[in-house]
């Protein structure tokens, strides 16, 4: 069965502190890996797609990597307006466009 | 990426009415939204694929008469919840799929807080 598992499921640190937040699945071919930032009260907002293994992409403090197994998202030196939920999302290969989310990672950064 | 736009934002009605939510594509033309629910602290739950031209495709264990869709044009699907009751109180929030290099990165709209008194 197709599944994505994120953690931790809280986080917090202290503003500069990087950390890494994990995304792992079990799908039977992968599309695509996807990652959203949601803030509360909003819709998810698009970060990174990524393909395949070894691929990796940055934006500004966030960068996400891609194995067989997981994801990562590295958030270096966090400010505390990337505090939101990081959403990970897969799409299996086959004929449908459906995504299948984690339960996501609340993360607070501190001033 | 993909401008996706809802409306209302938000919404409260009495129980045993109907509310009506539209999504809509700004950008480009859309044949294909998906519809998701998400209650406080858990994740989107898809519950239906909406097809422009043609019926939607309702998730297992989701009402297709109680949540009717229209995908009424290329950029505009509306999703109804009718005869809404208290457990209908959720935040609703649509998605585009848009090709950014093969695999269709969804694009999703601001939500919609439904409150059913």
């Known amino acids: 069965e197709d599944q994505v598992t994120q953690s931790p499921e809280a986080l917090r640190l202290q503003e500069g502190e990087s950390s890494s937040l994990n995304c792992s699945y079990t799908v039977s071919g992968l599309r695509g890996l996807f990652w959203y930032r949601q803030d509360p009260g909003k819709g998810p907002e698009f970060l990174f797609t990524?393909?395949?293994a070894g691929e990796e992409k940055e934006k500004e403090r966030l960068k996400a990597t891609l194995t067989k197994k997981e994801s990562f998202l590295h958030i270096t030196a966090p400010k505390p307006e990337d505090s939101a939920t990081y959403l990970c999302?897969?799409?299996?290969?086959?004929?449908?466009?459906?995504?299948?989310f984690g339960t996501g990672t609340r993360l607070k950064v501190l001033a | 990426g993909a401008v996706v736009s809802q409306h209302p934002s938000w919404v409260i009605c009495k129980s045993g009415t109907s509310v009506k939510i539209e999504c809509r594509s700004l950008?480009?033309?859309?044949?294909?939204m998906f519809w998701y629910r998400q209650f406080p602290k858990q994740s989107l739950m898809l519950m239906a694929t909406?097809?422009?031209?043609?019926?939607?495709?309702?998730e297992q264990g989701v009402e297709k008469d109680k949540f009717l869709i229209n995908h009424a044009s290329l950029t505009l699907s509306t999703l109804t919840v009718t005869s809404a009751h208290p457990e209908d109180s959720s935040f609703y929030i649509c998605s585009i799929p848009k090709d950014g290099g093969g695999a269709d990165t969804q694009y999703f709209g601001p939500g919609t807080r439904l409150t059913v008194l």
């Open positions: 909406s097809n422009e031209g043609s019926k939607a495709t309702y």
């Open positions: 990524l393909y395949s």
């Open positions: 950008d480009f033309q859309a044949t294909t």
């Open positions: 999302a897969v799409r299996r290969l086959g004929g449908t466009y459906k995504y299948i």
